[in-house]
């Protein structure tokens, strides 16, 4: 785990499927068939051979939720691309990849398109569905994903693997020097 330019801390492969308790080889394999890429404006490959591919916690978050999705049956191609703009698009009562402070954040995923909604009590599902994003003239097929839950236990396995690092690496990690924050992008979305 590294810090960026920004002062976020990074993760290692490892780590980011170990905090969304999946199979580093699940995350990996992603990578390696170019399901999951790095961004190349932001983003490098590893410094070196044998050098761990380091992704910030927005990326493990977008991992978290695109597997959250394709257990459901969105392809990875879809849940990628919505994954990716939850966690890097926010909007004025949100940050990118933080959820909304009051009421659910919901994620709802189209046919190629996604939205997140900030739900409470009073709000409809019918506002949803005459949401301009799935007024497409066709019956919809959503698939919702309340967030809230999910991305506050990865934030919380994230912290614990943070905790557990040496001191001298909860600043610079295992590389032991400071790189970009990485993104995860479909190949798809390209």
């Known amino acids: 785990m590294l810090k960026d330019h920004q002062d976020r801390l990074l993760y290692t492969v490892a780590e980011v499927a170990e905090a969304n308790s999946m199979p580093v ?3 990996r394999s992603r990578f390696q068939r170019r399901q999951f890429v790095v961004a190349p404006e932001v983003d490098a490959d590893p410094a070196g051979i044998g050098l761990p591919r380091l992704l ?7 991992v978290a939720i695109a ?14 691309k919505a994954a ?16 909304y402070a009051k ?14 909604f900030n ?12 949401s301009s994003i799935f007024g497409t003239g066709q019956v919809p ?14 934030d919380v396995r994230l912290e614990q693997i943070a905790r557990r690092r040496p ?12 790189e970009d924050s990485r993104h995860m992008v479909s190949e798809e979305s390209r």
């Open 25 to 27: 080889a699940t995350l």
């Open 56 to 62: 910030s916690r927005e990326s493990a978050i977008a």
């Open 67 to 80: 597997e959250a999705l394709t257990t459901r049956g969105v392809s990875i191609a879809d849940a990628t």
């Open 84 to 99: 990716v703009r939850f966690a890097y698009a926010g909007d004025a009562d949100r940050d990118p990849g933080r959820l």
């Open 103 to 116: 009421g659910e954040t919901v994620l709802a995923v189209g046919a190629q398109m996604s939205r997140v």
């Open 119 to 130: 739900i409470s009590k009073s709000t409809k599902f019918s506002e949803i569905f005459k």
């Open 141 to 154: 097929c959503i698939v919702f994903l309340v967030l809230d839950e999910l991305v506050e236990s990865v």
């Open 167 to 178: 001191v001298d690496q909860r600043t610079r990690g295992p590389a032991g020097d400071s």
